[in-house]
């Protein structure tokens, strides 16, 4: 039987406040904008298919990789790659903080170890993640007209740790971002009627 716990509802709060969290990269791209939360998401969904694409990753693990990797920036707001340049933040210091007497503070200590020590092929795919979800990004803002971003896709191209990540990267690079929507350009505009329906 579970029982209610203060300290786990403080510690769901605090994972909930960064949906109110900026990335602050966008800033000196000049356009789009996210929160950390949002970033999060994307980072799970991308470990996903890495670790269906990647048949001897722990996939499990990978996904809470992917979900606990910027808790530890609901304390330390996220820095980008300017800031980090004169800003440390104490990662490690605020996650522990942040697990601090829950249930499963054990467990969480152990996959941000993992995370930071970067050394396991789910940890790897977890960093492949979160690069590849900033890529798709990057890939939407190109293909709406932003040259800057194109730049920026190369760099982070460039910090990938896996050959399935890179593989995926070289073909995300020429992808369309719209092309999952707007496949059948004549039927959807058209005919705009929901499949299946007829008058």
């Given amino acids: 039987m579970m029982t209610s716990s203060p300290r786990i509802l403080d510690f769901l709060f605090e994972a909930a406040s960064l949906r109110r969290t900026p990335r602050t990269g966008y800033q000196f791209l000049g356009r789009g904008r996210e929160s950390v939360a949002e970033h999060t998401f994307g980072v799970a969904m991308v470990a996903f298919a890495l670790g269906r694409l990647e048949e001897r990753a722990d996939l499990g693990k990978l996904l809470r990789l992917a979900l606990f990797h910027d808790l ?34 054990g467990e969480l200590r152990d996959l941000w170890a993992e995370w930071r020590a970067g050394e396991t092929l789910e940890a790897r795919l977890a960093a492949d993640a979160d690069q590849l979800d900033m890529m798709l990004e990057l ?10 971003a194109e730049e920026w896709l190369f760099y982070a191209q460039k910090r990938l740790k896996t050959e399935t990540a890179r593989e995926l990267a070289q073909e995300l690079t020429q992808a369309d971002p719209d092309h999952w929507w707007f496949e059948r350009r004549e039927e959807l505009w058209v005919n705009p009627e929901p499949r299946g329906e007829k008058k």
């Fill in 72 to 105: 530890a920036e609901a304390r330390t707001g996220d820095l980008n790659y300017v800031n980090k340049r004169y800003v440390v933040a104490q990662e490690d210091a605020a996650f522990a903080d942040a697990t601090q007497g829950l249930p499963f503070e």
């Fill in 139 to 148: 890939r939407r803002l190109a293909g709406h007209g932003w040259a800057a």
